[in-house]
């Protein structure tokens, strides 16, 4: 299922959130950019300097208090197939293409039960 993420109603980029853990509220996937990914990707990069996924670096505190700040001040939305918002209470995206090859993940809490009532749904 399609998982478009939105600031401002410009496509950030979208993901099917393909793993869930619903007892937890959370859905990560695959995150294709969009057109409007550039306006948030500094933000997103911040966290992938302050917190470097190599065994020995170490994290950069004052960075991911900024990039905590930066993120949450976006307001970013994330809305299902059918154009209906998910209200989400944190949504982050792995961006470390910077620094490796790869894709980047979106990562969203999601306490809407309702939407887990119909992601879980059988059938």
């Known amino acids: 299922m399609r998982h478009t993420l939105k600031l401002h109603?410009?496509?950030v980029g979208w993901s099917?959130?393909?793993r869930i853990e619903p007892d937890v509220?959370?859905?990560w996937g695959r995150f294709r950019p969009g057109v409007g990914y550039d306006l948030v990707q500094p933000i997103f990069r911040?966290?992938?300097e302050a917190v470097?996924?190599?065994d020995n670096a170490t994290r950069?505190?004052?960075k991911l208090e900024r990039y905590y700040k930066s993120r949450d001040?976006?307001?970013l939305e994330l809305v299902d197939a059918s154009g209906q918002r998910i209200p989400t209470s944190a949504?982050?995206?792995a961006d470390y293409r910077a620094v490796e090859s790869g894709d980047c993940e979106l990562d969203v809490l999601i306490a809407d039960v309702g939407y887990w009532s119909r992601r879980t749904a059988p059938g």
């Open 16 to 18: 099917d959130l393909e």
């Open 46 to 48: 911040l966290f992938a």
């Open 9 to 11: 109603g410009i496509v």
């Open 91 to 93: 949504i982050h995206i």
């Open 52 to 54: 470097p996924r190599s």
């Open 60 to 62: 950069d505190e004052a």
């Open 73 to 75: 001040a976006l307001a």
């Open 25 to 27: 509220g959370r859905a």
